[in-house]
C-alpha cells in the first residue's frame, strides 16, 4: 500500500447490511467496488470478520458466510491482525465504553490511518481519534 491512496475500514454492521440486502446496501457495494478496481484500500478487524460470520449464521440468507469471508478476501479487503491493534481496542473500549467489535474497529481504523465505515448507530458519536464515515443514517 502506498502512502497516501485512499484507505477505507469496514465495521460489521456495512458489510451485514450488504450481505442482507438491507438499506445502505448498495452505498456498501460501491466501497467494495472502489476496493475490486483498486481505487481504495479495504482494511477489517479480526472482530469484525467473526461477527460478520456468526451474525450471518443467524438470518437466511443466499449468501454463505465463509463464502462470503472469502470473497472479501478476493476483493482485496486485507484484515488488520490483532497484534496490530489490541491495545489501541483495549483502549477505545476502556475509553468510550463501545462493545469490543467497535472497539477493534476503531483500532484497526487508527493503524491504517483510515476512516471507519459504520452504520446509523449512535455508538461511534463522540470519537474523535478516528474519522467516522456513514453509510446510512439509521440501523436496520
Not at 484500500?41 to 472482530?47: I, R
Not at 462470503?68 to 497484534?83: E, H, K, M, N, P
Request: charged letters at 30%.
Amino acid at each position: 500500500m502506498n502512502e497516501g491512496e485512499e484507505r477505507i475500514v469496514f465495521d460489521t454492521e456495512p458489510l451485514v447490511a450488504y450481505i442482507h440486502d438491507e438499506p445502505g446496501a448498495e452505498d456498501v457495494k460501491e466501497y467494495l467496488d472502489r476496493v475490486v478496481d483498486g481505487t481504495v484500500n479495504g482494511f477489517v478487524s479480526p472482530v469484525t470478520l467473526t461477527e460478520v460470520h456468526y451474525i450471518a449464521q443467524r438470518y437466511s440468507t443466499e449468501l454463505d458466510p465463509d463464502d462470503f469471508i472469502t470473497d472479501l478476501r478476493a476483493y482485496g479487503v486485507d484484515q488488520v491482525t490483532a497484534s496490530n491493534c489490541w491495545r489501541e481496542a483495549a483502549r477505545y473500549k476502556h475509553k468510550y465504553q463501545v462493545a469490543l467489535g467497535d472497539a477493534y474497529s476503531l483500532a484497526a481504523a487508527e493503524y491504517v490511518d483510515a476512516p471507519l465505515l459504520v452504520g446509523g448507530d449512535d455508538d461511534f458519536d463522540g470519537v474523535t481519534e478516528v474519522k467516522i464515515e456513514r453509510f446510512r443514517d439509521d440501523s436496520a
